[in-house]
């Protein structure tokens, strides 16, 4: 079936670091692919999303490139800030049939000053 | 523009007790789903209700159940608790069933805890 692997964690950075965050994916089809974000004590909120391969999806600073050929949607962000600390959750999104999200176990990013 | 809403916001249970979580979905969308996320893990996948019928479900057991109204929001709930239930549970609403597009926007998430 179709699955997400994540990059475990946690990856803990100085403040203007460069952020690589690992996702692949397992599925058939065409899926879209997402990344959300979970603060502390929150729910999650998508960062960013891409519906097809070799799309560029670009939100806040973050990037992730829709790779077929490598089954990867890697999170990039140049320079981190403090405020980038969450969790981070690579998920993929149905190429057919209802609107079910398949999520990654997450990344904790902690970001220091 | 009204966000997820759920409630509670906490909850604590002794095991074989029953619970009800409660979500309203955004203005404008007809679709609800739940997930668990267990402490440290990404959400699972637990149902989907549109229009007030079940319209998919994960690999939950049957005493998890919910139910749809009219207006859309929903209900989750969940019969003779168990210890592994403890978890966050998310709604998500959307405004559609299926399709790439559908982007499912989540609520703050209910924290069950059970003893």
């Known amino acids: 079936g179709n699955s997400v692997t994540q990059m475990e964690g946690p990856v803990t950075l100085s403040e203007e670091a460069f952020l690589t965050i690992n996702c692949t994916y397992t599925a058939t089809g065409y899926p879209s692919l997402f990344w959300y974000v979970q603060y502390p004590g929150e729910g999650l909120q998508l960062l960013l999303k891409?519906?097809?391969?070799?799309d560029k999806g670009s939100n806040k600073g973050f990037e992730a490139t829709y790779r077929k050929e490598t089954t990867s949607f890697h999170l990039e962000k140049g320079s981190v800030q403090v405020s980038d600390s969450a969790v981070y959750f690579c998920?993929?999104?149905?190429?057919?049939?209802?609107?079910?999200?398949?999520f990654g176990a997450g990344t904790r990013l902690a970001v220091h000053p | 523009e009204t966000g997820v809403t759920q409630s509670p916001t906490h909850l604590i249970k002794t095991r074989g007790q029953q619970v009800t979580l409660r979500c309203s979905s955004q203005?404008?969308?007809?679709?609800v789903s739940w997930y668990q996320q267990a402490l440290g893990q990404g959400p699972q996948f637990i149902f989907q209700?549109?229009?007030?019928?079940?319209?998919g479900r994960g690999n939950f057991p049957p005493r998890f159940s919910g139910l749809q109204f009219p207006n859309y929001s929903s209900e989750l709930n969940v019969n003779a608790l168990e210890l592994d239930d403890s978890a966050l549970y998310l709604c998500?609403?959307?405004?559609?069933?299926?399709?790439?597009?559908?982007?499912?926007?989540f609520g703050p998430g209910t924290r069950l805890t059970v003893l």
């Open positions: 998920a993929l999104g149905p190429s057919g049939g209802y609107n079910k999200l398949i």
């Open positions: 998500a609403s959307s405004a559609g069933t299926s399709g790439r597009n559908n982007e499912q926007f």
């Open positions: 203005s404008g969308h007809n679709t």
């Open positions: 891409a519906t097809k391969a070799d």
């Open positions: 209700y549109y229009r007030e019928e079940e319209n």
